[in-house]
């Protein structure tokens, strides 16, 4: 059974904490995403990871195990969840269907994460993983922006998909919750 796994971002405390927001395993484009793979029968979850405002590798670690990771799986990470996707995947030697990082982050000066990014990218994840798709909007910062080439530097055989003017992939920046572009990468 085809199976996709979306992993969330991270925010500030105040947003973690606020009720004003949804929580990030709920906010954004995720949602929708998940329905319309539901709809073409990709079994979906998307997982709220413990702490987002502070990430803790170890305990984002034992979240996602949970989930059951397999040659059928789909992996779909925005942002921080992206770069999780990528250490997780160069610590294990598990083969999975589809990699898809969205807006991928690395926290390259090592300002909010750095424990959490205390890994070296594993090249052998592209033997491992039967397609690997980097999304990225030119107008996003400058982390962002480094981490895709970092990241691209180290697997580049990963398919890149360019976009303009959807800043870091989140509604404020897009004005929808609706990413059909994602969806058709993921289904292809």
């Not at 709920?26 to 709220?48: A, D, G, R």
């Not at 970092?150 to 609706?178: A, L, Q, V, W």
């Amino acid at each position: 059974m085809k199976k996709a796994i979306i992993i969330h971002g991270t925010c500030g405390q105040v947003e973690y904490f606020s009720d004003k927001y949804p929580s990030l395993s709920n906010s954004h484009w995720l949602p929708w995403l998940q329905k319309q793979l539901l709809i073409n029968h990709v079994f979906t979850q998307t997982p709220e990871m413990p702490d987002a405002y502070s990430p803790d590798y170890k305990k984002w670690k034992d979240e996602f195990e949970k989930l059951g990771i397999d040659e059928e799986t789909i992996l779909i990470g925005h942002s921080c969840g992206g770069g999780f996707l990528i250490r997780w995947l160069s610590e294990n030697n598990v083969k999975i269907k589809k990699l898809v990082l969205v807006a991928p982050w690395l926290d390259p000066e090592a300002k909010k994460a750095k424990d959490f990014f205390n890994f070296e990218i594993n090249k052998n994840i592209q033997d491992r993983v039967n397609d690997i798709h980097i999304l990225f909007s030119t107008d996003d910062n400058k982390d962002i922006l480094a981490s895709v080439k970092t990241i691209n530097d180290k697997i580049p055989n990963s398919i890149m998909h360019e976009f303009s003017n959807f800043g870091h992939f989140i509604y404020r920046d897009m004005k929808t919750d609706k990413f059909p572009e994602l969806l058709n990468i993921i289904l292809s």
